[in-house]
């Protein structure tokens, strides 16, 4: 397998990884508001958990902001420029 090949293969496992990893977030930050949801229905919500589930929230959404605004912005690079990669193979440089 060339390294283009190699390359590309890679870059799809990670972007896969990526993606699932923000769906695991998203899914994590769901359950926490589901919960805290229930706190706050409750006759007598227990304020100091609720508290601590806001702070995960909070470190939740932090990690899907530097996913999408980091992360993806340098795997995009990564997958848009994998051409130069097979061009450079080929003896050509741009």
């Known amino acids: 397998m060339r390294p283009h090949e190699q390359i590309a293969e890679k870059a799809k496992e990670m972007e896969d990884a990526i993606y699932m990893a923000l769906s695991s977030i998203d899914a994590y930050l769901g359950r926490l508001s589901e919960l805290i949801a229930e706190q706050e229905a409750s006759g007598e919500p227990n304020e100091m958990l609720v508290k601590r589930m806001r ?40």
């Open 55 to 94: 702070q995960f929230t909070q470190r939740g959404e932090t990690m899907v902001k530097i996913i999408e605004d980091q992360v993806l912005a340098e795997l995009m690079f990564c997958l848009d420029r994998l051409f130069s990669v097979k061009l450079a193979e080929e003896g050509t440089f741009i």
